[in-house]
């Protein structure tokens, strides 16, 4: 048997019971884990997180994020919008552009991201998504999302999922406004958002 294949259970059960630095220690996370053991990782304050405007590739951390976006992107609306919390807000989305809309709180700089998804068989699918860790301490957002036609408005209450990252193809199973294809008149979606905190919006 090649020595390759050999295992020593001794070894093996003091590497896992050894305490290793978090991954995201270099960013300035304290916490230690057990080898092998990725629970808090999932939850880290320090996990990395990508910038949501289209076609850029900035990662860091959530606060980190914030202040790029602030720096970079505010100037151009069409590629990050402002927005205040408890403020509902008219927006549209170029569908023939863009599958999504990138907002920045004024105050406070959290980022929201309204994503659509083209369903193969029909209609549309839009999600409201906040780019921050899954960390038990930051507060959790919900949300008033609504589709605006002439006489209807289709209006969903949710709270807010937190991501680190956008991903273009994925189509949500849960947590979704449905629009059907008789409300899409052309590729400009227009629609209102509300956000604010804890669950103010899920019961509306």
Same mark, same amino acid.
């Given at each position: !048997?090649?020595?390759?294949?050999?295992?020593?259970? &001794?070894?093996? !059960?003091?590497?896992?019971?050894?305490?290793?630095? =978090?991954?995201? *220690? !270099?960013?300035?996370?304290?916490?230690?884990?057990?080898?092998?053991?990725?629970?808090?990782?999932?939850?880290?304050?320090?996990?990395?997180?990508?910038?949501?405007?289209?076609?850029?590739?900035?990662?860091?951390g959530?606060?980190?994020?914030?202040?790029? &976006?602030?720096?970079?992107?505010?100037?151009?609306?069409?590629?990050?919008?402002?927005?205040?919390?408890?403020?509902?807000?008219?927006?549209?989305?170029?569908? *023939?552009?863009?599958?999504?809309?990138? +907002?920045?709180?004024?105050?406070?700089?959290? !980022?929201?991201?309204?994503?659509t998804?083209?369903?193969?068989? &029909?209609?549309? =699918?839009?999600?409201?998504?906040?780019? &921050?860790?899954?960390?038990?301490?930051?507060?959790?957002?919900?949300?008033? $999302? *609504?589709?605006?036609?002439? +006489?209807?408005?289709?209006?969903?209450?949710?709270?807010?999922?937190?991501?680190?990252?956008?991903?273009?193809?994925?189509?949500?199973?849960?947590? +979704?406004?449905?629009?059907?294809?008789?409300?899409? $008149?052309?590729?400009?979606?227009?629609?209102q $958002?509300c956000?604010?905190?804890?669950?103010?919006?899920?019961?509306?």
């Open positions: !048997m090649p020595i390759g294949d050999i295992r020593c259970r &001794a070894m093996e !059960m003091v590497i896992e019971s050894s305490a290793v630095p =978090c991954r995201y *220690a !270099m960013y300035g996370c304290k916490e230690t884990t057990l080898y092998g053991d990725q629970a808090h990782e999932k939850v880290c304050l320090y996990t990395r997180c990508q910038c949501p405007v289209t076609n850029c590739n900035y990662a860091g959530y606060k980190e994020v914030e202040a790029h &976006a602030r720096l970079l992107h505010s100037w151009d609306v069409e590629d990050l919008t402002p927005f205040v919390f408890n403020t509902p807000q008219i927006f549209s989305i170029n569908l *023939a552009r863009t599958s999504r809309a990138v +907002f920045q709180e004024e105050k406070e700089g959290d !980022m929201i991201v309204v994503q998804f083209k369903r193969t068989n &029909a209609g549309l =699918c839009v999600t409201v998504n906040h780019i &921050a860790p899954l960390s038990l301490g930051l507060p959790n957002l919900s949300c008033s $999302i *609504a589709k605006l036609n002439s +006489f209807t408005t289709l209006r969903l209450g949710v709270m807010v999922k937190r991501i680190q990252n956008v991903r273009e193809q994925e189509e949500p199973s849960e947590d +979704f406004l449905f629009i059907p294809d008789y409300m899409l $008149i052309d590729n400009h979606l227009k629609m $958002i956000v604010g905190s804890e669950f103010k919006y899920v019961h509306i």
